[in-house]
């Protein structure tokens, strides 16, 4: 009877070691616990979480985030699924670089004080548009930069509003800065328009919509910006 019962006591003890950990593991977990797929996985959006944060949590950049997802919007939500491409080339094991080489010979620089963009290839100056950057108070913030996203119509989330011809340049928190052109709200107002030379924005660098389409055809991803007072 004694070894009877120590044998019980020994499997309930085991199995209540194994029921124990399965719900340590799963009961108020991590929800968004990667499930591979391939040489990448799905990742479940949690409360607080942006695609900036995301893309840097796993070590790939954000454009990468948002071309493997096809999001036409930077608006995510809980439990919305994505996918979360591999950092490395399938074909050959290589690493990808979290940050695009710099386009050779090619450069950015904004002026605040003058609110005029100079654009520089091969040592030349190409382009001078005039720019619109922060506001009072959402002023742009001067730094070396490089272009880290291209999206042909962003969607910023904060002001619901498009931003066509985007060129990323630097994080804010959960959100990103960048260059692009005069924004448009979802009624179709373009806002800003009449106010390009002289600060406006809510921190960007915003350019006429043709001088933008210009600038994001020429610039590449990694092609250095420079902003300065």
């Not at 944060?53 to 950049?61: E, K, L, Q, S």
């Not at 670089?97 to 005029?116: C, D, E, F, H, L």
């Amino acid at each position: 009877m004694k070894k009877l019962f120590t044998l019980t006591f020994l499997l309930f003890s085991l199995l209540g070691n194994v029921l124990f950990s399965a719900q340590t593991a799963n009961a108020g977990g991590d929800p968004a616990a990667p499930a591979p797929i391939g040489n990448a996985f799905t990742y479940v959006v949690k409360r607080g979480d942006s695609l900036s944060v995301i893309a840097r949590r796993y070590g790939i950049t954000l454009n990468a985030l948002v071309q493997a997802n096809r999001l036409t919007r930077w608006t995510i939500y809980p439990g919305q699924q994505l996918t979360v491409p591999s950092k490395t080339t399938p074909s050959t094991g290589s690493t990808t670089p979290q940050t695009p080489a710099p386009s050779k010979n090619k450069s950015i620089y904004v002026s605040i004080s003058q609110q005029r963009m100079y654009v520089y290839e091969n040592g030349a100056q190409i382009y001078t548009f005039p720019v619109s950057t922060g506001q009072a108070g959402r002023e742009t913030l001067p730094g070396n930069y490089r272009v880290k996203t291209r999206i042909s119509r962003a969607w910023g989330s904060a002001w619901r509003i498009w931003m066509p011809s985007w060129l990323g340049i630097y994080d804010v928190g959960r959100y990103e800065n960048g260059i692009h052109a005069v924004p448009i709200t979802e009624n179709g107002e373009v806002m800003w328009e009449n106010s390009i030379g002289q600060p406006a924005s809510y921190g960007c660098v915003v350019l006429r919509t043709n001088d933008a389409a210009t600038l994001y055809q020429w610039a590449d991803l990694g092609t250095p910006v420079t902003i300065r007072h």
